[in-house]
């Protein structure tokens, strides 16, 4: 069993920056690979960006240049940098633990990206 618990998000101007943190408890955060989506209204939730147990990552096209993930080990920790934010970056965004078929969702966290 993991529990993850994000970071508030925030209201924040086009082109600024956030950063979103996932904090992991209750299983051996290591071995799992971690992943970040998000779900605007109306819209499936999609994946944003990724990063494997051993720190390989990806993104999706839309973030590509913007946005970074990282993860430290010896703090339990997820993270995604978020820069020069647009306001079709707006969405829930919710944080994801997976091991195999097994995975955890965090309770998600607002980010609005308006002037």
């Known amino acids: 069993q993991v529990q993850l618990v994000e970071s508030a998000g925030g209201l924040v101007q086009p082109g600024g920056s956030l950063r979103l943190s996932c904090a992991a408890a209750?299983?051996?955060?290591?071995?799992?690979?971690m992943g970040w989506f998000r779900q605007a209204p109306g819209l499936q939730r999609e994946l944003v960006a990724a990063?494997?147990?051993?720190?390989?990552?990806n993104y999706a096209d839309s973030v590509k240049g913007r946005f970074t993930i990282s993860r430290d080990n010896a703090k339990n920790t997820v993270y995604l940098q978020m820069n020069s934010l647009k306001p079709e970056d707006t969405a829930v965004y919710y944080c994801?633990?997976?091991?195999?078929?097994?995975?955890?969702w965090g309770q998600g966290t607002q980010v609005t990206v308006s002037s």
């Open positions: 990063i494997t147990s051993g720190g390989s990552t």
């Open positions: 209750g299983s051996i955060f290591s071995q799992y690979d």
């Open positions: 994801n633990a997976a091991r195999g078929i097994t995975k955890y």
